[in-house]
């Protein structure tokens, strides 16, 4: 009973901290909120769509912006469009904020400025996901101890 | 489970990530659902094919192209569908499906995660019935029931031929009412939308 509590208040530190760092915004919330017995594994399912998904992307991204007889910035957008996209759906703020500026950046056609926002995507993008494993694995402790995931309002 | 028949949403997005959201929100809110992943598709899976125009609603005769999924019985209640989708665009898509004589009552909902005022009373005008900020959320699904409810009572109370005019004189007072007020002033429409958005972020 004590180490389920225990693993219980971590938790819900951890998701907290996730909330008031920026790395998760209120959306991620609502994804929780949608997982229940007829879809148990619901939130670990789009996370891990959302990491695929995310690689291709910078991949894509990093391959247009290394062009060297030009960069198709119409094409680096597009991917950057979809991320945003994507990054906002699961609540992935930090990572969608970091989109934002990247499009001004392909709209202003500034190869430089692309390039560091890619970087801090990739920053961020693994950032995100290192500590959303850790979540997962917290609440996969919770449920072997026995116990029930907190719900965080 | 509900006693009374279940409503079959079609969501067409190009996201693999956004088809899984709104697959759940739409199960959770007790609706049946299909995706798909372009405006293609849904028109297939709608019955309608582009190329020579066929029309298979309500009759079981085999399709001639025979897609294994495209069920002519399968009756869809509201198409939801993204704005920005390679190829054909939710706009397109709508178009398509209000110039069809038999898919012209079939509600369209938009979704977008841009929060565009001209895009948005664009799709208002060519006949959308609600334009949703992207992410969707279960409270904005709510505000679908009432269209899938007012296809099912035309449905029952009219024969097949039906045009614009003939909608707006039906004495359904209810439907008439938010018809009416739905086609006042564009910048009425627009604005509790532009509110509630403006609210949420």
Known sequence: ?153 | MAADSEFHVLAVDDSIIDRKLIERLLKTSSFQVTTVDSGSKALEFLGLHEDDGIINTNTPSVSPNNHQWCLQEVEVNLVITDYCMPGMTGYDLLKKIKESSSLKNIPVVIMSSENVPSRISRCLEEGAEEFLLKPVRLSDLNKLRPHMLKTKIKDHQEPEKQDKEEKQQQPQSNNNNRKAMEEGISTEKIRPRLNGITAMV
């Not at chain 1, 291709?56 to 062009?67: C, D, S, T, V």
């Not at chain 1, 693994?126 to 029930?148: D, P, Y």
């Open chain 1, 1 to 153: 009973m004590d180490v389920v509590n225990q693993l219980r208040r971590q938790f819900v530190d951890y998701s907290t901290s996730l909330h008031r760092e920026g790395i998760l915004d209120d959306q991620f919330t609502q994804l929780q909120k949608l997982q229940d017995e007829n879809s148990p594994d619901f939130v670990v399912e789009v996370a891990s769509l959302f990491f695929e998904d995310c690689e291709k992307l910078i991949n894509n991204m990093g391959r247009a912006l290394e062009q060297q007889q030009g960069v198709d910035f119409k094409q680096v957008d597009a991917s950057v469009h979809q991320l945003k996209g994507s990054s906002s759906s699961i609540g992935a703020m930090r990572v969608k904020n970091v989109c934002i500026t990247f499009r001004s950046f392909c709209e202003a056609q500034n190869r430089e400025g692309c390039l560091r926002c890619l970087q801090q995507v990739i920053h961020e993008f693994s950032l995100l996901k290192n500590k959303l494993q850790t979540l997962f694995r917290l609440e996969q402790q919770i449920l072997t101890a026995g116990g029930s995931i907190p719900v965080i309002e």
